[in-house]
């Protein structure tokens, strides 16, 4: 924003603060950037849509963004769950209700946290990782050099990118929602005394298909965010190396922070449409 | 001399404060091989890549076998570009797949070639620009500049386009392999009938391929002739170029 003057000179010639006038010129620039997005993510989207495909970039992908995130999902998962565990059992223990840890882990995991933390994890390992490779193609004038050979960018790089994360996504939420529930299982098994066979049984039993299908949808969600955000700030990637790290950067925060935003208007909606 | 495969008429881009290209007239034909020389940074990669809409000129026309394409999209521009092939200045070889992948790239991806038939066609390719078979299955960054270069130029003429745009065919090889190079451009031209604009700076090079010569410098094309007249062009600034001499009318803006 600092190209835009955050100042106005008065009269006198003395420069005077004018938040109206930032304010003003902030919100054009949110519109402006809203609609770009908008405008790119509608391309790519027409793109995954039509034919022609290309199946072995959307295999290539689907390994990349998910096979090799299943560590880092898996890893943060199982601290999460339990860690969540523990703080139930405290907070329950004050009201004597520690027999619920099961039930409140689940529905936090698979409403929530699975799909947040997946998203999250993911902002930061695939958005930021494509938007650099698609940086660095950029700036080599490989995007250009595609366009020459007759394939749009939008076909042969943006829309495989999409089309694996939105395959991808809800399947590691889903294993993110088990490796949780295991992580909550382990630590109450473990530390807090719970019996193994009540504690899955009251898992199993609590647990609603709606609980499971809200974190999907949510994984699909996120699962276009991370992509679209990860394609739109590498193909607007500015020459050299600091353009490529500022692309993988804004990438990285603008998914995270869209997840976050996002997860919590669709618990909204589905709180109001009873899901 | 026949009607032009391509014609850009009073092209102008500027980014920003910096115009590049002030109204650049110039014009190709089937079998013609055209160079054009001018300063480095003087936008001769630029008007390339206007002509191939890479770049949307500011102002002007871009005509292409006839049809004005200078805002051409989707399919109408895909046809025009799968008539046309270019070589990067920087090769832009695609890192992530194999040389012969990225020779191959427009037979597989656009023309429906099987991989086996595809591959073949790209070693045969690569041995056009004295490549050999070895470095198919190597990665672009395993090879040496030069290398990239001609990797690059197998790319652009792989499918024998109706017209090439070099730019900087030879930079960066060594005198015998270039020569080579210069036979190969000269082949696209006179034995396949294509429409070449080629850039250089190596005028060895440029006096071998040219039919025509036309040089750029501010923005607009101030001398164009047949490469037998270029010590004769009665122009200042080309003699001082073709000369390579620092003193004279063309001074670096600093
Ligand atoms: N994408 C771009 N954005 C902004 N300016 C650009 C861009 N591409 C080129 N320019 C500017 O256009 C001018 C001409 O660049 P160009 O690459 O066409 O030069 P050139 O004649 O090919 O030089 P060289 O012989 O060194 O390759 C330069 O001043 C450059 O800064
Ligand atoms: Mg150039």
């Keep these: ?275 | 001399m026949s009607a032009p495969l391509l014609e850009l008429k009073d092209v102008i881009k500027s980014f920003g404060d910096n115009h590049v290209l002030r109204g650049v007239d110039i014009d190709v034909a089937r079998g013609c091989s055209l160079v054009v020389l001018g300063g480095s940074g003087s936008g001769k990669s630029v008007m390339l890549k206007t002509a191939l809409g890479l770049m949307t000129p500011d102002d002007g026309k871009i005509i292409f076998d006839g049809a004005d394409v200078t805002f051409a999209g989707g399919r109408e521009r895909e046809e025009m570009r799968a008539r046309i092939g270019m070589l990067f200045q920087s090769g832009a070889l695609f890192d992530s797949l194999m040389v012969w992948e990225n020779v191959a790239f427009r037979l597989i991806h656009s023309d429906g070639v099987k991989r086996a038939e595809a591959r073949e066609k790209a070693i045969e390719t690569l041995r056009k620009v004295h490549l050999g078979p070895s470095v198919a299955d190597l990665r672009p960054a395993e090879l040496s500049g030069g290398m990239q270069k001609r990797v690059a130029l197998a790319r652009a003429i792989i499918t024998r386009p109706d017209l090439v745009f070099f730019d900087e065919p030879t930079t960066g090889l060594d005198p015998i392999t270039a020569d080579a190079i210069n036979d190969l451009i000269l082949d696209q031209v006179k034995a396949l009938g294509a429409a070449a604009i080629s850039i250089t700076h190596d005028m060895a090079s440029a006096r071998k391929i040219a039919d025509e010569i036309a040089m750029l410098h501010q923005g607009r094309i101030i001398w164009r002739g047949p490469a037998s007249e270029i010590d004769r062009s009665g122009n200042d600034h080309v003699d001082q170029f073709v000369n390579g001499r620092a003193h004279g009318p063309i001074q670096p803006s600093l």
């Design chain 1, 1 to 275: 924003m600092s190209e835009h003057s955050r100042t106005d000179r008065d009269d006198s010639g003395v420069s005077v603060p004018n938040p109206l006038r930032w304010i003003g010129v902030s919100a054009l620039g949110l519109f402006a950037e809203v609609g770009r997005v908008a405008r790119f993510s509608g391309g790519v989207i027409g793109a995954a849509l039509s034919p022609p495909w290309y199946p072995g970039e959307v295999f290539r992908q689907i390994g990349r963004i998910g096979f090799y995130s299943l560590p880092v999902v898996g890893l943060s998962s199982i601290f999460i769950g339990a860690a969540l565990a523990l703080n139930i059992y405290t907070g329950g223990s004050r009201y004597g209700a520690e027999q619920f840890v099961p039930n409140i882990v689940v529905l936090g995991i698979t409403r929530e946290l699975g799909a947040v933390i997946t998203g999250l994890m993911l902002a930061g390992r695939v958005s930021a990782g494509i938007s650099a490779e698609i940086g660095a193609m950029r700036v080599t004038e490989q995007i250009d050099a595609l366009k020459t050979l007759s394939a749009s960018p939008e076909r042969y790089l943006y829309a495989p990118r999409l089309i694996a994360a939105l395959v991808t996504l809800p399947i590691l939420v889903a294993l993110s929602d088990i490796i949780g529930v295991m992580g909550g299982w382990l630590v109450s098994v473990q530390a807090l005394g719970f019996d193994s066979t009540v504690y899955l049984r009251n898992t199993v039993d609590f647990v609603t298909w709606e609980d499971i299908t809200a974190g999907l949808i949510k994984a699909v969600v996120f699962g276009a965010v991370i992509a679209l955000m990860g394609c739109f700030h590498g193909d607007r990637s500015k020459a050299g190396a600091t353009g490529v790290g500022r692309a993988a950067t804004l990438s990285m925060v603008s998914a995270a922070v869209l997840v976050l935003a996002l997860n919590y208007v669709m618990s909204t909606l589905f709180t109001e449409i009873g899901l």
